[in-house]
């Protein structure tokens, strides 16, 4: 009668917990992408560092995001479909992804965005070497 018992339990909690611990979307411990959300990583180009308070917005939508410390940001509860989005962030160079799909098997939401730093010249190396040769000239 114990033996039963025993398997009965052991029956009731196979079957309870036969999910636990397979992939499943949206968990982000898995492999298989959350089908209704875009997600990723923006680093810088050259130095490969996360970027910090990156603007990223989704065209053609009020949908925007800014990266958090680690670099990542997250937009959920996205109808399936095809979207672009763009990045924006102050002494780097826009970028702009297209053709990410989510909601289907070939999901590619899950993106690494890398945006190219733009070089600020300034005249202060002009004025400065124009003022060392008025400097030298005068007499």
């Not at 309870?16 to 298989?32: A, E, Q, R």
């Not at 603007?55 to 800014?66: H, M, P, W």
């Not at 939401?109 to 002009?126: A, D, E, F, G, K």
Request: glycine share 8%; with cysteine; aromatic share 8%.
């Amino acid at each position: 009668m114990k033996h039963k018992v025993f398997l009965i339990v052991i029956s009731l909690f196979t079957f309870l917990f036969n999910g636990l611990g397979k992939d499943k979307p949206g968990d982000p411990n898995t492999s298989i992408p959350n089908p209704d959300k875009i997600c990723g990583i923006v680093l810088d180009k050259i130095s490969g560092e996360p970027l910090v308070g990156v603007k990223v917005i989704i065209e053609g939508s009020n949908k925007e995001a800014y990266t958090n410390f680690d670099g990542k940001f997250e937009f959920s509860n996205l109808t399936p479909g095809e979207y672009s989005i763009s990045c924006n962030m102050v002494s780097y160079e826009s970028y702009k992804k297209s053709n990410i799909i989510i909601g289907n098997e070939k999901n590619n939401s899950n993106l690494t965005l890398q945006l190219i730093p733009v070089l600020i010249r300034t005249n202060l190396q002009q004025d400065i070497q124009l003022k060392t040769a008025t400097a030298l000239n005068v007499g």
